[in-house]
């Protein structure tokens, strides 16, 4: 028999009992679905976040309190951690310490409430100076970002955020309205626009204030959470790196870096980072989905050895007919691979299907910006590993029906 007619012989079969063809392929239709959704989800939810960070000047430098973290207790530990300080700060806008540094700004945060009257908004409070606006490239749709010298003399003046407007003074103008900090007078004099949802911070629930007013009136601490440097060009960020490390290590008397009680992150470094964490949550998830693959193919070995067993006497009549056991054999593994390949196929089309329409879902009632991402190289792993399943699975079924003896399997009843 040749190819084609093994395909036609192996088609018929399958389609002697439709129901039970349908049935067999479901556990691998759920299973390829299954990793093409997490595939094509994980992916839409990298590019979000790279196309976020990008949309930040690609040449700032983040300052972190606290040594490198390596796990989750110390990235939290350094949240609390008062190695930043305002000398750090002083010095690092020195030019004659940093060179090719054209910007620099502290930043203080932390969650609290903001009132107006009865109303009431749990806002994120951000501290830092007027240079805010122009490293993370912020814009304010009415009044003005709060001065210099508002830091200076550490004014109770705010920038705040749509939600905190919408919530505090509904559709009315918030700027020269006084809201409530920590139970502190603020004077609004700007409002964010809401096209900041750009940015890997969410804005419109931010209330912005200068550092020096946040530190002493507001949160009642002397270091930093966060220094931004921002380098003249991306080619001299290696060198400015390199010498806020000697800044910073000889204002803390470090010798060993080993022992840095800080650690800097180039925009590079969040982005790797962050796109080897949805990679790593994409993988694990494909492989709790890829166990239903197993349980499919499990399926798929059980339904052909019922198909042998009832489909003997057709064994033995074709033997007897001059098929070899080579012709029996592929004849099965070619049902097994068909069977495999078309719950692949329908399990591509339903995962890139079900992705597509949770984007929808998700930009239309959440606005998180999601771009749909047809899993190219999943839609290749998902034939490729139905094809392989099939094959597997089908080896021990199509290896009984090719040893059986024609005569005996035209006694069969």
């Not at 992916?43 to 930040?56: E, H, R, W």
């Not at 003046?157 to 809201?179: E, R």
Request: aromatic residues 8%; neutral net charge; glycine residues 8%.
């Amino acid at each position: 028999m040749n190819t084609k007619d093994t395909y036609k012989t192996a088609v018929e079969g399958l389609l002697t009992h439709k129901s039970r063809t349908a049935l067999t392929i479901l556990g691998i239709v759920i299973g390829i679905t299954s990793i093409t959704l997490v595939m094509s989800l994980g992916q839409s939810a990298q590019d979000l976040i790279v196309g976020q960070l990008n949309t930040l000047s690609p040449e700032n430098i983040f300052i972190f309190p606290g040594g490198q973290p390596t796990n989750l207790s110390s990235a939290a530990s350094s949240l609390i951690t008062n190695s930043l300080t305002q000398k750090d700060y002083t010095d690092l806008q020195n030019k004659s310490n940093v060179p090719d540094a054209v910007s620099v700004i502290p930043i203080v945060f932390s969650s609290l409430p903001a009132t107006y009257g009865s109303y009431y908004y749990n806002a994120t409070l951000l501290g830092s100076t007027d240079g805010l606006i122009n490293i993370l490239n912020l814009a304010v749709s009415d009044g003005e970002f709060f001065t210099n010298n508002d830091v200076l003399s550490k004014s109770n003046v705010a920038v705040i955020g749509h939600k905190v407007a919408s919530a505090l003074f509904g559709l009315s103008s918030p700027v020269g309205q006084n809201i409530k900090l920590n139970n502190k007078n603020f004077r609004v004099v700007g409002l964010l626009s809401s096209e900041n949802q750009s940015s890997f911070i969410n804005f419109d629930d931010a209330a912005i204030i200068p550092y020096s007013t946040a530190q002493q009136s507001v949160l009642g601490i002397r270091y930093f959470q966060r220094i931004i440097v921002q380098a003249s060009s991306v080619s001299t960020i290696p060198q400015v790196v390199k010498d806020v490390n000697f800044l910073l290590r000889s204002n803390h008397n470090i010798t060993d870096p080993s022992k840095d009680d800080f650690h800097i992150d180039t925009q590079q470094d969040l982005v790797n980072t962050l796109s080897t964490i949805t990679n790593v949550f994409t993988v694990f998830l494909s492989l709790v989905a890829a166990i239903s693959l197993v349980v499919g193919g499990i399926g798929i070995m059980n339904i052909m050895l019922v198909s042998v067993t009832e489909r003997t006497r057709e064994i033995g009549l074709r033997k007897s007919l001059g098929a070899t056991n080579h012709d029996i054999l592929i004849q099965f593994l070619f049902e097994a691979v068909i069977l495999t390949v078309i719950g692949g196929v329908i399990g591509i089309l339903a995962g890139t299907s079900l992705s597509f329409l949770i984007t929808l879902i998700a930009n239309k009632f959440y606005a998180v910006g999601f771009v749909f991402s047809f899993p190219y190289f999943g839609a290749l792993l998902g034939v490729g590993v139905s094809s392989a399943i099939g094959f597997i699975f089908g080896i021990m079924p199509a290896r009984q029906a090719a040893q059986k003896s024609p005569i005996e399997a035209l006694r069969y009843e």
